[in-house]
């Protein structure tokens, strides 16, 4: 940013409301007229999933009946690929190999996504299309692994169990898993 541009933005009043990642959630709320927790996750890769899992839980609960959960990417800022860049985090080659002894660092990309969730009792009474049912979720933090970026195979081991044990089925009754695969040797 240009000397101008941050000066020009820090006399805006409108600048801290409108690029805060805390707000976005709470804007979107207003903007839809819609009541209830209203929050921004931001857990780095796991952030629509941990968001999902919050919702689930507020759903079996009862407190909410239902819940708009999205997620969204958008690199309005070179910092993050400079960071990236620097730990040496990206494909030289521009391509993800994800599970591949090729793979030499992942792309990066911007999207969005989002869904409503109900009790499945509640979508089936008010005649909803049911594109998906949720058996099951857990969220959990490797804690000490080799390195801040190196998964834990007991921790990502301890939370697949539990989002089995939640959902009440074994490992053999799961048909299709989706995996996060960093693009790197050690992912």
Known sequence: WSHMELK?????????????PSITANRLSYILGL?????????ACSSSLVAIDLAVEKLRSGKVSKALVGGVNVMLHPRSYIGCCAAKM???EGRCATFDKSADGYCRGEGVGAAVLKRLSD?????????????GSSVNQDGKSASLT???????????????????????????VECHGTGTRLG
């Open 8 to 20: 020009n933005s820090l006399e805006d009043p409108y600048y801290a409301a409108g690029s805060s």
């Open 35 to 43: 009541n209830g927790p209203s929050m921004t996750i931001d857990t």
């Open 90 to 92: 990206l494909s030289f």
């Open 123 to 135: 979508a089936k009474k008010d005649g909803d299309p049911i594109l998906a049912v949720i058996r």
């Open 150 to 176: 190196a998964p834990s195979g007991r921790a990502q081991e301890a939370v697949i169990n539990a989002a089995l044990e939640d959902a009440g089925v074994s490992g053999k009754d799961i048909d299709y």
